[in-house]
């Protein structure tokens, strides 16, 4: 991932509302949820949300598809993860990570002195 996607992308999710709604479209999974749902569940006005939604669009994070009289929102899992990757990839100085188990996290290992 290149680093102007990387801004772009953190830039789009370093807002409330955007951040809210793609937690729910990723909790929504790859099935996507229509706008108006979407409105529905984070009470955000239509023309707030059609705002969010398409800087998340633009960012990478969110495809729109049309469904009959529906457009259908469904979170980019793809970037996502090399969104993660590119945050992680030189953590722990190359030293694997241990996961933690009680979260899942990335638990690094103690440094030596």
Excluded at 12 to 22: D, M, N, T, V
């Amino acid at each position: 991932m290149e680093t102007k996607q990387v801004l772009a992308a953190l830039a789009a999710l370093a807002q409330e509302s955007r951040l809210a709604i793609f937690r729910l479209l990723i909790q929504a999974g790859p099935s996507g949820l229509a706008a108006g749902k979407v409105g529905e569940e984070l009470e955000i006005s239509s023309s707030a949300l059609s705002f969010h939604l398409k800087e998340l669009v633009h960012a990478g994070l969110v495809t729109a598809r049309q469904e009959g009289r529906f457009v259908i929102y469904t979170a980019q899992f793809d970037t996502m993860s090399e969104l993660v990757g590119f945050l992680t990839e030189n953590c722990c100085a190359g030293v694997p990570c241990g996961i933690d188990t009680s979260g899942g996290a990335c638990s690094p290992p103690t440094a030596r002195r």
